[in-house]
């Protein structure tokens, strides 16, 4: 079956400007994630979504950054007012549930440069 | 705290070769589950195996294995008769019973040469 996709696969904004990544998670799949790559940070949790449960944003870097997911499935990271250091690969996941640990797939990233 | 440690940041070795990836953790949780994760050039993360904490049985799947010792904290990977399609970076990962995100590793770049 299809895997998490994420969109756009590349985007490049000038600092200031506000950005939206999309990820479409694996069907039927309950539980979303999104994690930033970066070379100075390595991986890093940002944002967790439970069906309708409040998303656990504890990893969320700055109040720039917040997220939506609609309808259980499809969401959304927007991050306002970009910096420099906002660039990185940006990895959204999914996995069946989030109260057991089951694996998170993962999609193929959006490479976020900031200019 | 929870912790991901892999001290090899790069490794270079020739096809056949074997190799052992170092995954070292630290939590104070006594239930906890343990992952490893591969990212080839593509970029895309992809999955390999995971380990409850309760479940030290070592693990073999193909040419890839792991030792799970709770003793030393250590997960570590080995693939045997490495090839150059194995040539990728290798994430280790935590997670807590608990918790929802996984606690990655740094990451160990692998490059297998022919």
């Known amino acids: 079956g299809a895997g998490v996709s994420q969109s756009p696969s590349n985007k490049v904004t000038e600092k200031g400007k506000d950005v939206e990544l999309r990820c479409d998670p694996i069907?039927?799949?309950?539980?979303l994630y999104w994690y930033r790559q970066s070379l100075g940070q390595g991986l890093e949790f940002l944002i967790y979504f439970q069906g309708n449960s409040a998303p656990d944003k504890s990893g969320l870097p700055s109040d720039r950054f917040s997220a939506e997911r609609t309808g259980g499935s499809v969401s959304t990271l927007t991050i306002q007012r970009t910096q420099q250091e906002d660039s990185a690969v940006y990895l959204c996941?999914?996995?069946?549930?989030?109260?057991?640990?089951?694996?998170?797939?993962f999609g193929p990233g959006t490479r976020l440069t900031v200019t | 705290a929870q912790k991901v440690t892999q001290a090899q940041t790069e490794i270079s070795v020739v096809e056949k070769e074997d190799v052992t990836l170092d995954c070292v953790y630290e939590?104070?949780?006594?239930?906890?589950?343990l992952f490893w994760y591969k990212q080839p050039p593509s970029g895309e993360l992809v999955f390999l195996i995971r380990r409850n904490s309760f479940d030290e049985q070592n693990e073999i799947s193909g040419r890839y294995s792991w030792n799970f010792q709770k003793s030393t904290s250590s997960f570590n990977f080995t693939i045997t008769a490495s090839q150059v399609v194995d040539s990728a970076v290798y994430f280790c990962?935590?997670?807590?019973?608990?918790?929802?995100?996984?606690?990655f590793g740094k990451g160990t770049t692998l490059s297998v040469s022919s």
């Open positions: 939590t104070r949780d006594t239930t906890y589950y």
């Open positions: 990962a935590l997670r807590s019973q608990a918790g929802t995100a996984l606690i």
């Open positions: 996941a999914s996995s069946l549930a989030g109260g057991e640990p089951y694996e998170q797939y």
């Open positions: 069907s039927g799949h309950t539980a």
